[in-house]
């Protein structure tokens, strides 16, 4: 296995850490994700403006972006938040929400892409289309299997010098040389708004306190697959599959990350 | 029946067709609204800057607006959006929630009524007071029953060239010439936020995939109205009549909608 | 007890009253608190810009501001929902969410206490550095216990000649001369985003109706902390916790108050 740290260990360290997490991210998943983190065991703090955004992320142990309902002023807070977190040598995540929605977002999304992510987290046809591929999708649901974005996320892992997660049924993470896959979860997940959203925020909760981003993106995908796989029993549809799953993150113990199905790739 | 397509065919219609519905909402509705999109087969896509709305717009097959927490950079991406949807032949629904809550407001609702909606959906309070009558309420809560706005939607859909809803209890829909009642759903719906915010964008979806917008409305009515009665039974409160509704909508197979309340008016 | 008002009459005029209360507060906040208010028996409005938030406030029956996802334009619709409120003689409740979290974000908070406001509802760490004290906390999240703000709560709230509630575990509420503790709820609380929020919008459904805000602030606490305890014996985690919470303020009867744990301080 390519992990130096576990998601077992991972969690440890993360709930030990309570890291604050700063989370740039879009009006429909900002309460979800902050829930996601706050039963995890991190604390979310959801601010945006330029006239702020670079001062708290300096103070905060990661920046996360996601650019769901954008608009030219949160860019500019994007930008100032970028600038706090690389200043002070913190890390920051990238979800670049149906970047290919218009020619207008596509442009922002290069821009933030230029700015050197520690961590890309997408679905398949937001990775494909980043690498200038095809895609099925016009809006923010994946129309494409991440099996076939992985060539591109090894790609574009190397050229941003990062690591590129793609998630869907089975997840998948390189940072270009290393490569692992995840399953698990539910497929009722796709099916609740803004869950993506919530894992980027509680992969900045993972980088905030390890200091491998790709064991960090492990950590926090394997944690998400396995509170799926504990939700989904008593789940009778998406809304109460929702509420059991972020009481499953709250729930769930490190040893049971021990039988989370992750795989080399 | 004035139906050429039932809420059972019309619900089979709209899953098989899964389509991309632009919604331009508040900020209270965003989340719940996207669950009750994917929950009943839709795929809900939120942006509103004027930078991407029109060009969002034309591609996806329906737009909605609802202007709660308005402010005016939205009120530009309203239109802009508007303006991609009507280019491309595409059908928009308008939600004025609480209109008549300032002047300002009230002016921005009678713009985006000379914009012709292809369907208007409001409270009874909305309705009366769009007609020029007297309403009971000053907020977004509906003071006022559905019965006592029929007679003023049906001058408001002549005069628009559409269809008008008015959601309550009872819901009335007309184009000016057909009319129908659809009772059904649970006294609890009015004590969740959001709710009447989430049908707008579910008749976008409706819109999106059926010709005529009177059979699109009646139908999404129909599957909201079918929905909450399932939902009611196990509910102990607002907030697990919530997350039962949203599961019903998931869970609700066309042939249920058969018994639904519905009638010539 | 220092009460001319019981937390069970308390609840019993606010239904009676069902009022209309202007909420400007966070993106991660208004689906919640709109949901606490609708639940408990208020009828809560979401709106916020200057082009109409001083008509609003100046109808609605009062006015509460927490600046959890600030930007410039919300500011100005701040003040001048202020200045409608004030001008109307409604009563306002100001949240100051993380006002140490930026140096921009200290200024605003410092303007908008200026404002005088009604009742302030804040956690421990707010409300220590407001007194110009040291707090363990740099975000949202509170990083100190209530008992060791309660005496800068009482300077804090003889200089604004208004109510201060610090919440936490044990909530202290004082205007000065008055002063209360507040026991109930549950630990699971702060793990539930936006519920500090929630309960400062319940607040202001309490002035609205009340004319003494110690009372006011009392009995909003009272009944939060009373369904706090209704709801924790069902909750698996966070999320089956909130809904059973929003459930248990639909339910709870004025009655069930009257074993609020309530003291003198």
């Not at 520690?118 to 095809?134: C, P």
């Not at 809006?139 to 869907?168: F, I, M, N, Q, S």
């Not at 997840?171 to 009722?188: E, K, Y």
Request: proline share 6%; with cysteine; net charge negative.
């Amino acid at each position: 296995m390519t992990l130096s740290t576990s998601p077992a260990t991972a969690l440890q360290t993360m709930r030990a850490g309570t890291p604050l997490v700063h989370c740039i991210t879009n009006y429909v998943a900002m309460n979800i994700a902050a829930n996601v983190l706050l039963a995890a065991g991190a604390s979310p703090a959801m601010l945006h403006t330029p006239e702020e955004s670079a001062d708290f992320a300096a103070i905060a142990g990661a920046l996360t972006i996601n650019f769901g309902t954008l608009s030219p002023n949160w860019v500019d807070g994007m930008h100032k938040a970028i600038d706090g977190a690389q200043a002070a040598g913190k890390p920051w995540v990238f979800d670049p929400v149906a970047h290919y929605a218009s020619p207008w977002r596509s442009g922002i999304a290069r821009d933030l892409l230029a700015r050197n992510p520690t961590i890309l987290r997408a679905n398949a046809s937001e990775v494909l289309a980043l690498g200038g591929g095809e895609t099925a999708s016009k809006g923010p649901d994946a129309g494409d299997e991440v099996v076939a974005a992985e060539a591109t996320a090894r790609a574009l892992a190397k050229d941003l010098g990062g690591v590129v997660a793609v998630t869907g049924a089975v997840d998948f993470v390189t940072d270009g040389t290393r490569a692992v896959r995840i399953a698990g979860g539910s497929p009722l997940m796709p099916l609740v708004t803004a869950m993506g959203c919530s894992l980027t925020c509680l992969v900045g909760a993972y980088a905030a306190v390890l200091d491998d981003p790709f064991d960090a993106t492990v950590g926090a995908l394997a944690l998400f697959a396995k509170a799926g796989d504990m939700a989904k029993d008593g789940a009778a549809g998406p809304a109460s599959f929702q509420v059991a799953f972020v009481d499953a993150l709250y729930n769930l113990q490190p040893a049971a990350l021990e039988t989370v199905a992750l795989s080399d790739a």
